[in-house]
């Protein structure tokens, strides 16, 4: 995949790029030697971002599409190692970041703690309730520390909530119905928070046989997706928005 990009960046004769890695780099006992191979074989000289600048740059490739309103918003981004939740208030052409957390559970590296999903829907059910604990456990300080400004931003108007990653861009699609992933429906886009509820139940109750054939979903995310599901009921839980924004940007647009 890197090469496919180094040769795209070749042939657009690019000069200067920013190249970053996240959290797998960061966890990673041989990460370092990893960005190494990377610029000798390719080129690419990434750059290993913490998780705090992980955030920022999250918040600043989306935050334009956050709802109009008062007070605290909370946006989020669920990657593969890890999911960030940032705090903002809306100032200007910048958000300011009242706080922030980053947990190391995102859809790979939740799905591989959780172990091989068993046949029957009893496993299905208690995988899914074991990961729902998981990020609950691993979010509690967060709620207790943002619980003041939960109360204070439900006061002027309902929450507001945005989220950028596959999962909320995959489950967008599901609400709408689409045939296939099209990013200029979703991208931007508002949906209840109860159907994204709903969705992550129903997906969580197949198997994986029956979610690769969810359009949308497909065989390469079908054993990934639950997790997110997972991932996004918690944030749901400490930040009880009514709907939810949906983005299809982040990290790249944000540098």
């Known amino acids: 995949a890197l090469r496919i ?3 795209k960046l070749r042939r657009r004769r690019v000069t200067l790029a920013r190249s970053v890695a996240t959290e797998a780099c960061r966890r990673a006992e041989n990460g370092q030697e990893f960005i190494g191979r990377v610029r000798d074989e390719t080129g690419i ?3 290993i971002i913490s998780a705090q600048e992980e955030a920022q740059l999250a918040v600043l490739g989306c935050h334009v599409l956050l709802e109009p309103g008062l007070g605290p918003a909370m946006i989020f981004d669920i990657g593969g190692g890890s999911t960030e939740l940032v705090l903002i ?3 200007g052409a910048a958000p300011r970041i009242l706080d922030w957390q980053s947990v190391p559970w995102g859809v790979v590296s ?3 703690h959780c172990g091989d999903e068993q046949p029957g829907a009893h496993a299905r059910v208690a995988r899914y309730a074991e990961m729902r604990r998981i990020l609950a456990e691993s979010l509690a300080g967060f709620a207790k ?3 003041d400004h939960r ?4 006061a002027p108007g309902p929450l507001r909530l945005l989220g950028t990653s596959g999962t909320v861009t995959t489950l967008a699609s599901l609400h709408l119905g689409l045939p296939s992933y099209d990013r200029r429906a979703v991208d931007g886009l508002i ?3 109860q159907s994204m509820r709903a969705i992550s139940e129903r997906l969580s109750s197949l198997s994986i046989e029956e979610r690769r054939e969810v359009p949308c979903i497909g065989r390469e995310r079908a054993d990934l997706v639950v997790a997110g599901c997972a991932i996004l009921e918690a944030i749901l839980d400490l930040w009880p928005a009514d709907q939810l924004g949906v983005a299809d940007r982040g990290i790249r647009e944000g540098i």
Do not use: H
């Not at 109360?151 to 439900?154: L, N, P, T």
């Open 145 to 147: 520390r943002t619980a």
């Open 191 to 193: 949906v209840p928070a």
């Open 89 to 91: 208030e809306s100032t």
């Open 110 to 112: 939740l799905s591989e």
């Open 45 to 47: 000289v990434l750059d």
């Open 151 to 154: 109360a204070s931003a439900g």
């Open 5 to 7: 990009c180094a040769d």
